[in-house]
């Protein structure tokens, strides 16, 4: 149950350049930049962060948010990202940019910047239609194929990327109809095909299928499906509104032209018969297959094509691209990065929790290398909200809510949310209302197929990140929607990314390590909130669940009975430290067993809000009764501050 | 930022468009032509002769495609008309419907005290609400055979029963079952909800009553792809050159859209330097803002839609 803070663990031996920190952690080779600008284009807001070296140490000088620009009118992404630059430029005084371009290297007077790095999660998903390779088209999936289709789901869950299991119907029918056109099925099919979308198609089979190869019938389908579907694309390709066009722009082509990527993760024999029989439409890729205990191939596979088909296709990618000191990343991965990093550097077990305006990411990483990455790349706080009604339902979004919401009030607010993704919660109301939507995110987030909490004994260090967490006007909201998802037992470190800069730091790494260590040590980029002990067990509502004493470092001592169900804080300052003594009721468990009481072998650290005691067990079970429940949580709200 | 041409209401702009056709047909204008919004310019029978699918849904019967604006054909292929013309735009925050041509016919807000079954309306127009637009009216509507509805929003609950959907499945582009009965393609300036058509759209809309017009509820928030309405002008119209400058700076005419001011419109009297703090206790860029009911308020820039 011991903790360590990152003050303790960290090495200071992390100068700029030298291969300490991140890069030795990550492998990645050190680079000495005076000045590093990293962005994080998201689907509705462009952060932009700049680092630079102060007396030695990187340090973050400054930050800027501006809305993202990728979609019309201004239909080009560098067009936000430079007001956020300028925004840089008036905070600092330094300029940055001329003439539309970035100033880079440094200059001797200040100007300029070294290294320019960027994440990007604007594109959104990428869309992959899995087909079913079994006959019998016109009937549904059969269990293989479904159950093939979750393991590849499962491969990339912690890419920006969806799979869908779809059946083509034959393709006898494409020619079936009077006339020899399509006959009504195939027409409805098609229509079902060209709404999802697919950015990419997946070719799977499993076991003694793959031996005998996808049958021709299959790909007489798919290059007869390949067809519609390209057209439709070129019509609506990644840039909206291309077919709306006003005068000055560029017109799209009408005609079909582009290639749609195949992955194919069949016997290789077939490979050649496979890229004849797709035809020219087709970009077939070998893959190796995958397997729910070989999940890579396919993960790395689609998040390559994740890069070239979705982040490469933004407005204005290509200009970004001129910039860069190195390829973008997406933000989840990058993300990733960070979580892994503070995993292995400081030998924790890690949960990184990112909830941004379309996706929602809780990345895990354990002391001894685990990594289990979690993407839901539909469900966010602003465009993803339509996904989280969906799925949780209005029940579950309101029982975190202190007042009674109708389902059309609720269906209403998230849909204008949907319509007017920019909309900031202007009251109370509404911002409880967008913790209560984060949450569910977070929990959706929690059920993607590989996302095992319980995988990790225990949870060192909660980090908390993205806009709704970023911005809450209150630590403790931000602490609670933190505790009321990831529910830790034992003890653990809250922290939070007040300044939008964790999904950023993963990249920033890929040129400068060094400098993301440091950033992350120097400035608070992650704020530490405080430290968290959560008994578990069962005991009845008020009922004594833990008797702790407190030990601070000046001789202080504080002892204190702490009800279940109950929130309690101890004042416990970000500078602080004390020894903490647990005194559990019998049923209840602080990590080493029902009623076994246990002394923390190091001091514990405080933070901004204290040393929060969450004794409301686990799981986290609210009240039924509806006046209980709110009196609850605006009982718990009052304690933690929020 | 919610508009894909900057403003909600446009008096005139040179747009080229596409008159998309859903499955391969017949072109019947050339490159270079000039085209008036009823004439015909493409043909397409996608299950062969008419009748031959009698339980298809009516978007796989004959269509004859109409070009909706008034200008010339840029491309014209097997799959679509691409068509620039000078056009007055209307803009919407959410839409529901395919590309539909009509003559636009604009209800009087006196036409709207009587039971929606009492309204004369004529078969193939694109009718203009000057408000909510309930379920009874837009069912009349659609049994009328009226090809498109514009109003200033519509009831989230009245809007989803009468299209049997789920709107954030729609707006998501997931699957969503078929309507039995079709209904017109619908396009609401304001939203959901109940809030009244801003006076400048209106104005618009009652100076082009009777013109032909293209209507698209095509929606998709991801990609701020909006509804829209353009009206083709004569050529010898010559509407004040706009450029629909977006940004929400000194001296702009914004609406509100959300909290208490919401749908009231106002000019930004000053800019702050820096986040001011909203009452949901959040800091954020905001601007001060004269409401044109006489009242100041200090609004984030986010929930602010600038309008002229």
Not at chain 1, 129 to 145: F, L, Q
Not at chain 1, 182 to 206: C, F, G, K, V, Y
Not at chain 1, 308 to 325: C, D, E, F, K, T
Request: with cysteine.
């Amino acid at each position: 149950m011991s903790i360590q803070s990152s003050e303790q663990a960290l090495p200071r031996h992390t100068a700029p350049g030298s291969q300490s920190g991140l890069g030795a952690a990550l492998g990645v080779p050190g680079a000495v930049s005076r000045s590093i600008l990293a962005a994080d284009c998201g689907s509705i807001f462009t952060k932009v962060a700049l680092l630079g070296v102060v007396e030695g140490q990187y340090r973050l000088l400054a930050r800027a948010e501006m809305p993202t620009t990728a979609f019309p009118p201004y239909r080009d992404i560098t067009v936000g990202l430079l007001q956020a630059i300028y925004e840089l430029e008036r905070i600092t005084g330094r300029k940055m940019v001329n003439r539309g371009q970035i100033i880079t290297p440094e200059q001797s007077d200040g100007d300029g910047i070294d290294s320019f790095v960027v994440a990007l999660s604007a594109g959104g998903p990428l869309t992959v239609a899995m087909v079913g390779t079994s006959p019998g088209g016109d009937r549904g999936p059969n269990k293989d194929e479904q159950a093939l289709a979750e393991t590849a789901q499962q491969a990339v869950a912690g890419v920006y990327a969806d799979i869908q299991l779809v059946k083509l119907p034959a393709a006898e029918r494409a020619a079936a109809g009077p006339n020899g056109g399509p006959d009504l099925h195939w027409l409805l099919q098609m229509e079902q095909l060209r709404r999802l979308n697919p950015r990419a198609i997946l070719l799977a089979e499993s076991g003694a299928a793959r031996e005998q190869g996808i049958s021709p019938a299959i790909t007489h389908a798919l290059a007869l499906a390949l067809k519609e579907v390209l057209s439709e694309q070129n019509e609506h390709p990644n840039i909206p509104g291309a077919t709306f066009t006003q005068a000055t722009a560029k017109i799209p082509t009408l005609h079909p032209m582009e290639r749609m990527p195949v992955i194919y993760t069949g016997h290789p024999r077939h490979y050649e018969r496979l890229r004849r029989e797709l035809g020219p439409q087709a970009d077939v890729r070998q893959s190796e297959p995958f397997a729910p205990h070989n999940l890579r191939p396919l993960s790395v596979a689609v998040s390559s094509l994740h890069e070239r088909q979705i982040l490469s296709a933004i407005p204005g990618y290509h200009r970004l691209n001129g910039w860069m000191s190195a390829p973008p990343m997406a933000t989840a991965t990058s993300f990733s990065s960070l979580i892994r990093f503070l995993a292995q550097h400081y030998g924790m077990n890690v949960v990184g929790i990112d909830v941004g305006a379309s996706a929602t990411s809780v990345m895990v990483a354990g002391e001894h290398g685990e990594f289990l990455p979690s993407v839901h790349a539909s469900a966010g706080a602003a465009s993803g909200l339509g996904e989280i009604l969906r799925s949780a339902g209005h029940k579950r979004i309101a029982r975190w809510l202190t007042f009674d919401i109708s389902e059309s009030e609720l269906r209403q607010y998230v849909l204008d949310k949907m319509i007017q993704p920019r909309l900031l919660p202007y009251t109370e109301r509404e911002l409880e209302l967008e913790h209560a939507l984060a949450r569910e995110a977070i929990f959706l987030a929690l059920q993607q197929p590989g996302a095992e909490l319980g995988t990790l004994p225990h949870l060192d260090l909660i980090l908390g990140a993205g806009g709704v967490l970023a911005h809450a006007p209150r630590y403790g909201q931000a602490a609670l929607m933190m505790l009321d998802t990831i529910q830790p037992r034992s003890v653990s470190s809250l922290v939070l990314d007040t300044v939008a800069l964790a999904p950023q730091l993963g990249v920033v790494a890929t040129v400068d390590p060094v400098a993301a260590v440091q950033a992350t040590e120097n400035d608070a980029v992650l704020q530490r909130l405080g430290t968290v002990v959560s008994p578990f067990g069962k005991a009845e509502d008020g009922e004594p669940a833990l008797k702790l004493q407190v030990d601070y470092m000046d001789g202080r001592k504080k002892t204190m009975e702490v009800s279940y169900g109950s929130i309690e804080v101890i004042p416990l300052a970000a500078n602080e430290q004390a020894m903490l003594t647990l005194f559990p009721a019998r049923t209840i468990d602080v990590g080493l067993g029902p009623g076994e009481q246990a002394r923390a072998g190091e001091a514990i650290e405080g933070g901004i809000i204290g040393l929060i005691i969450d004794a409301r067990g686990r799981p986290l079970s609210l009240p039924s009764d509806s006046a209980y429940r709110r009196a609850k949580l605006a009982q718990w709200r009052q304690t933690i501050g929020g | 930022m919610n508009y894909p041409l900057g403003w909600p209401v446009i008096p005139g702009i040179t747009v080229r468009r596409e008159r998309r056709m859903d499955r391969p047909g017949a072109a019947l204008v050339q490159p270079g032509q000039q085209v008036q919004p009823d004439e015909p310019i493409a043909h397409i029978n996608p299950l062969g002769t008419a009748g031959s699918a009698p339980f298809a849904p009516a978007r796989f019967g004959a269509q004859t495609l109409r070009a909706g604006l008034r200008g010339h054909v840029i491309e014209a292929t097997p799959r679509g008309v691409l068509i620039e013309g000078f056009v007055a735009v209307v803009q919407g925050l959410i839409g529901v419907g395919e590309q539909v041509v009509g003559e636009l016919n604009i209800l009087s807000k006196e036409a709207l005290k009587v039971p929606p079954d009492m309204i004369p309306l004529a078969r193939g127009v694109i009718l203009v609400v000057p408000g909510v637009l309930t379920r009874a009216l837009l069912e009349h509507a659609s049994r009328s055979e009226v090809v498109g509805l514009i109003a200033s929003s519509m009831a989230v609950e009245e809007l989803e029963v009468a299209l049997g959907l789920d709107l954030t499945a729609l707006l998501d582009g997931l699957p969503v079952p078929e309507n039995p009965r079709p209904l017109p393609t619908l396009l609401f300036t304001e939203g959901l909800g109940d809030h009244p058509m801003a006076s400048s759209t209106l104005a618009l809309l009652r100076q082009h009553g009777g013109d032909y017009a293209l209507l698209s509820g095509d929606t998709n928030p991801r990609r701020n792809r909006r509804p829209e309405l353009l009206i083709s002008l004569p050529p010898e119209a010559q509407p004040p050159a706009v450029k629909a400058d977006p940004r929400i700076i000194n001296g702009a005419i914004v609406r509100v859209s959300n909290g208490e001011y919401v749908g009231e419109i106002g000019q930004v009297i000053q800019t702050f330097q820096r986040p001011q703090c909203l009452p949901s206790g959040i800091h954020a860029p905001a601007v001060f803002v004269r409401l044109e009911r006489g009242v100041k308020a200090t609004l984030p820039i986010y929930n602010l839609e600038r309008i002229s």
